[in-house]
């Protein structure tokens, strides 16, 4: 009787390292009513492109508050602290309030621009990031004239390329 159990032990051993070989296949779930209707909030090209806004706005300040504090008064040998740590905390404020603004607006118009783009081409791939990229660097260039614009464009097209295949976000 001892033979036979140790038998079935590895049988039983045998059959379970079957088992944890296959791939469990898990049934696929259905998404719920909430996760539908956000989805389909998230879809709309104005939600995305104030959110883009928005958080573009965040990065900008986050990024004038570091360069605004690097930045060292022209006359700083004859500034006092006091004087030195005010012009230092306004500089900050000047930087992170521009910075936040050109972000902001760079974010808008370029998720718009994609978005826009990807809804009329039915298609998620990098000809819409390029577009997008070109549309924004255009307009923000384009006080610079057409020249400017063109260059914008080409500049931050390339940009985004560079950067969408760094993150690799499409196949």
Known sequence: ????SGNEFTNDSSSSTEAAEKPQIEPIRMPSVEEIKGQDI???????SVVSGVMGGGLGLA???FLGAL???????EMTGRQQFIYTAKQMGR???????TFAVMGFIF???????????AKHDTTNTVVAGCVTGGVISARGGPKAACVGCAGFATFSVLIEKFLDRHD
């Open 1 to 4: 009787m001892s033979s036979n």
């Open 42 to 48: 998230w879809n709309n090209c104005a939600v995305r």
């Open 63 to 65: 990024m004038g508050l």
């Open 71 to 77: 930045d060292n008064p022209i006359m700083q040998e």
């Open 95 to 101: 930087r992170s309030w521009s910075s936040a603004k």
């Open 111 to 121: 998720s718009a621009a994609e978005c826009v783009v990807e809804k009329a081409r």
